[in-house]
């Protein structure tokens, strides 16, 4: 079911992604084919994607060639500065300061004790998803760990265990880094959109010029394929 959202959302639910790309006009190409986004400027170089008229997320060129190519997953931070000195205090890193973004609201970037990078926004004018857990929108955070446990404590302590425990968020989950890579591969989260059919997907992601990683297989939460864009950003599609 879609879910709109009129105002904020809760400390520690995501509440907005963005990638950053080598080649915004090929993103555009690549994601308005398969999901049915519709473009609009949202400054030098980044447009907001949009679908049905709602915001679904951003696409940005990179500022600097050796940046990776990437979709980061932000976390609702109502109090973005307090939430930051937490997380320095449970060990994780700020990878980025806050920064104020314009009138949108304030972004910073963190990482977790086992390497994963992760976003945080608080929200001003920009609130976060427009809709979410529709087709062709965010629907799924999933942290690929290589430390179940440290990832537990880490975000059940953040987040008051709201995370990880009974009653646990809908939208945010953990798994071994080598359930879909290569053992050695870094922690990270990747980005799952929704889909009505993840096999026919997964081959519109080929016939666009991006890549399947792993073909559908069965989760707990759903079907799920994960996948590149034709610029090599990881992201996967949930048929739920």
Same mark, same amino acid.
């Given at each position: ?93 700020? +990878?980025?300061? #806050? ?5 949108? !609201?304030?972004? @910073?970037?963190?990482? /977790?004790?086992? &390497? $994963?990078? =992760? ?92 890549? +399947?990683?792993? #073909? ?5 939460? !759903?079907?799920? @394929?994960?996948?590149? /864009?034709?610029? &090599? $950003?990881? =992201? ?5």
């Amino acid at each position: 079911m879609a879910e709109n959202r009129a105002s904020g959302y809760a400390e520690g639910v995501p509440c907005w992604v963005d990638v950053q790309l080598s080649d915004v006009e090929a993103g555009k190409r690549f994601y308005g084919g398969l999901f049915g986004w519709t473009f609009e400027d949202a400054g030098p170089q980044a447009v907001w994607a949009r679908l049905g008229g709602a915001a679904v997320a951003r696409l940005a060129r990179k500022r600097d060639g050796r940046m990776p190519t990437v979709w980061t997953v932000y976390f609702a931070a109502p109090d973005i500065r307090d939430l930051a000195r937490r997380i320095v205090a449970a060990g994780g890193q700020i +990878v980025n300061d #806050p920064v104020p973004v314009r009138d949108l !609201g304030t972004a @910073a970037l963190a990482a /977790d004790p086992t &390497g $994963a990078v =992760f976003g945080l926004w608080q929200a001003a004018a920009h609130p976060g998803f427009g809709v979410r857990h529709a087709p062709g929108t965010f629907t799924w955070a999933q942290l690929y760990t290589n430390d179940i446990e440290a990832a537990n404590t880490f975000y059940g302590g953040l987040f008051t265990g709201a995370l990880f425990g009974a009653g646990a968020a809908p939208d945010f989950g953990r798994a071994p880094v080598t359930e879909v890579f290569a053992a050695g591969m870094p922690s990270q989260f990747v980005v799952h959109f929704r889909t009505g059919d993840v096999a026919a997907a997964a081959v519109a992601v080929r016939q666009l010029g991006g890549r +399947v990683q792993t #073909p559908p297989f069965e989760t707990s939460y !759903g079907k799920v @394929a994960v996948v590149t /864009d034709n610029q &090599g $950003a990881f =992201f996967a599609l949930l048929e739920r």
